[in-house]
């Protein structure tokens, strides 16, 4: 999907630059997103990159504490062997969580990773940042992320934390940034919001991002088709109840033979 694409090239200039030193987290260079469809059919990580220096950064957001790290490992050692070099992993968590692993020691192995947790890093400080950066024509990579990840930080007042963010956003000084931006916040940065909360901020986002603006028509393209499916398998079903043969079925609706066999072992 075009959209997602763009929010992934997106994302990784966003992470780049020394973005990620504001979270303690340094050296981070990201050169191209990788698949994150591991050969296992069961494992799939959050965001993988190769880095500029040939190394892979393996990215997890967590709201519940990982236990044993065993998860982390099985995906660590399977990106190990596709891509035939060395692993990086930072593991962000958020929703209060402020202690996790950090080490598995399996015997013949000792496996690490960073973890950075977001809610004992001050929001009101980083949006504070922001605004004094903007003001003064300072804006830095560390922005980024300070202003995406603002509200899954500690916050005195979630309310007016998130009214700064809004405010904000379309005071990035320019399309580029706020492209990256936007990216940083759709891929990592609203999973702590309400509803009403997400919708409004993706609002302000389609205002200022074409990146945005891609995903939300991406998004009612797929409604829009997958509407219609629903409404083809349910002519279908009706035409089948009614003994209407499947070639003419298929003709009506645009559907498969094995699609409209599977709609009537389901309904037999």
């Known amino acids: 999907m075009a959209g997602q694409d763009a929010v992934m090239k997106a994302l990784t200039r ?4 020394g973005a990620f030193d504001v979270l303690g987290v340094r050296g981070v260079e990201l050169q ?16 993988a990159w190769r880095m500029r220096d040939g190394r892979i950064f393996h990215l997890e957001f ?12 099985e995906y660590d050692v399977r990106l190990a062997r596709a891509y035939k070099a060395d692993v990086r992993t930072v593991v962000l968590y958020h929703s209060g969580v402020t202690s996790a692993p ?9 496996y690490r990773v960073e973890n950075v947790y977001l809610s004992k890093l001050d929001g009101d400080e980083a949006l504070a940042a922001v605004e004094t950066h903007l003001q003064a024509g300072m804006w830095e990579p560390g922005d980024r992320l300070r202003l995406a ?3 899954n930080m500690n916050v005195h007042d979630e ?8 405010a904000l956003i379309p005071a990035v000084p320019d399309e580029t940034e706020r492209d990256l931006v936007t990216s940083a916040i759709l891929a990592l940065g609203d999973q702590t919001l309400n509803d009403v909360q997400r919708a409004l901020l993706r609002r302000e986002l389609r205002k200022v991002s074409k990146i945005a603006q891609e995903l939300y ?6 409604g829009r088709q997958e509407g219609a499916e629903h409404k083809a398998r349910e002519v279908a079903r ?12 298929a003709k009506a609706t645009g559907l498969s033979r094995e699609e409209i066999e599977a709609l009537r072992q389901q309904t037999s």
């Open 14 to 17: 966003a992470l780049s630059d």
């Open 32 to 47: 191209e997103p990788l698949p994150t469809e591991l050969p296992a059919h069961t494992l799939r990580i959050d965001k």
């Open 62 to 73: 967590q709201s519940t504490r990982e236990p044993t790290l065993h998860r982390f490992f």
């Open 102 to 110: 950090e080490e598995l020691n399996i015997g013949v192995a000792m």
């Open 149 to 151: 990840l603002a509200m």
């Open 159 to 166: 309310a007016r934390a998130f009214e700064r963010v809004l």
């Open 217 to 222: 028509q991406e998004g009612r393209q797929e």
């Open 238 to 249: 009706n035409l089948l109840a009614e003994g209407v043969r499947i070639e003419v079925i």
